[in-house]
């Protein structure tokens, strides 16, 4: 059974950069062909696909968030972090790190999800 916990402050300043942290349990973000995914929510709206890190350690990341995204990880903690920079109050939401074996996810296609991390931008 895979598990997924995200970890990372609540609050974040405007201007700042916001990092999360995914750890991954009972399976390894290297095994092919996963790709692991940052997702957010913003109160009162839908789910929006922020980027992901394949098992070969590649990324994509959606190009709504103009540059201002970077996702990484640490095999030897099976973990993998997002990075955000420059926030606004509009990335004010609930962050979800997930598992799919799409490199071109639907939202369906996703199997294991962490239960989320609200994360609120404001002075």
């Known amino acids: 059974q895979v598990q997924l916990q995200e970890s990372g402050p609540g609050l974040v300043k405007p201007s700042q950069t916001l990092s999360l942290t995914c750890i991954v349990s009972g399976g390894s973000i290297t095994t092919k062909y996963y790709y692991w995914s940052w997702i957010r929510q913003p109160p009162g709206k839908g789910l929006e696909w922020i980027g992901y890190i394949a098992y070969s350690g590649s990324t994509y990341y959606s190009p709504s968030l103009h540059g201002r995204t970077s996702i990484s990880r640490d095999t030897s903690k099976n973990q993998f972090t997002l990075e955000l920079m420059s926030v606004t109050p509009e990335d004010t939401a609930v962050y979800y790190c997930?598992?799919?074996?799409?490199?071109?996810?639907?939202?369906?296609?996703?199997?294991?999800w962490g239960p989320g991390t609200q994360v609120i931008v404001s002075s």
């Open positions: 997930a598992r799919t074996p799409s490199p071109a996810p639907e939202w369906d296609s996703y199997d294991y």
